[in-house]
């Protein structure tokens, strides 16, 4: 199973990097002017929101960066390199995280709880 190792790093190391790139350009501020943007940035942004749109939303902004810490822990953890540096950053990662999705999932619930009084 060790003979196969290195493919599995690229793997997990490639999606990192994808997911990253990815949850950067979502978090890139737009440039002002008029008119549509028709920029690479701007056209991968508006993708995101149709195919990925839960990355756009706070509680899911939040769980994204807890699987890129979980993953950001086992790229640095299994090369056996810099498990302590590794746990850091993800750690980090992931605690940042889990606050965003704790913060959003309350901020959706005092939605409705203030939806519900309004109606009542």
Known sequence: ???????????NHF???LFGLLQLIVDTPQQGGKGPQKG??????GAIR???????KLA?????????????VA????NGLVEFLGFFLGGYVYMVG???ALYGIMFFFNQIIRDAYSLS
Not at 1 to 11: L, V
Not at 50 to 56: D, E, G, I, Q
Not at 60 to 72: D, S
């Open 1 to 11: 199973m060790r003979e196969f190792a290195p493919i599995w790093d690229f793997i």
């Open 15 to 17: 999606w990192l990097f």
């Open 40 to 45: 690479f940035a701007a056209k991968t942004r």
């Open 50 to 56: 149709k195919y990925a749109n839960f990355t756009t």
């Open 60 to 72: 899911g902004k939040g769980a994204w960066c807890m699987f890129l810490g979980a993953c950001i």
């Open 75 to 78: 790229a640095l953890w299994d």
């Open 98 to 100: 889990g606050y965003a």
